[in-house]
């Protein structure tokens, strides 16, 4: 079933040969879904034994049905441990891509450079946020203002009734 990235699957190499002729073609693919289904149950009610072989041959075992596949698999994995595998290079620059990752990663908590960082509605959430914030922290001064001079007149009071 082709899906939304079935024109970019049916091009690469895998695709191709489960869906080739020339391999068995064990793939059958529906150009939409009740296509789709339509080959589902066909298959399902009858299966291909005339595919199938073919394509284990040519796809899954490709040096033969009598050729057992283990030896062959456990040699080309212990080919794999005699390749010498380089590490990264080093960028001949990496410190300065890395102070200027730096330097813009800082910018973004600079205001003077918010214009050019954010956009017109990032910039009225921005002054939003900050206005609400300033809101809240002078109704916090305020409550601990009016809590102190509550308390001075408490203590001022009970000073005067000894």
Known sequence: MFC????????????????????GGLLIVGRGF???????????????????????????????LEVAATPLFVEQIEAMGALHVEGPRRDALAFMWRRAIDRLRA???DERYDRWLLSEREMAVKVRNREHRERKLAEHHAARKARNTAEKQARAKSGTTQ
Do not use: C, M
Not at 37 to 64: E, M, Y
């Open 4 to 23: 939304r990235w079935g024109s970019w699957l049916a091009r690469t190499r895998r695709i191709h040969s489960t869906t080739s002729f020339a391999s």
């Open 34 to 64: 009740a296509e789709h289904l339509a080959k589902l149950n066909a298959t399902l009610g009858k299966p291909r034994q005339d595919v199938v072989k073919p394509f284990i041959k040519a796809f899954v075992r490709p040096h033969g």
């Open 107 to 109: 910018a973004r908590y």
